[in-house]
């Protein structure tokens, strides 16, 4: 039985491009929600009542 060296490194350009997916989508999606989220946020801080 010969010694087989295995290729451990896996499928670095496919991480590569599915993290740089992920951060461009939550670039675009905070862009489109940051301000209602900014907005609901300061709405719920206004409402807050203490006692």
Known sequence: MKNRV??????????????????????????????ALKTIFNNAVAKVVVI
Request: hydrophobic letters at 55%; aromatic letters at 6%; proline letters at 7%.
């Open 6 to 35: 295995i290729d451990d490194r896996g499928d670095v350009p496919g991480w590569v491009l599915v993290t740089l997916m992920t951060a461009g989508l939550t670039v675009l999606l905070w862009a489109v929600a940051g301000p």
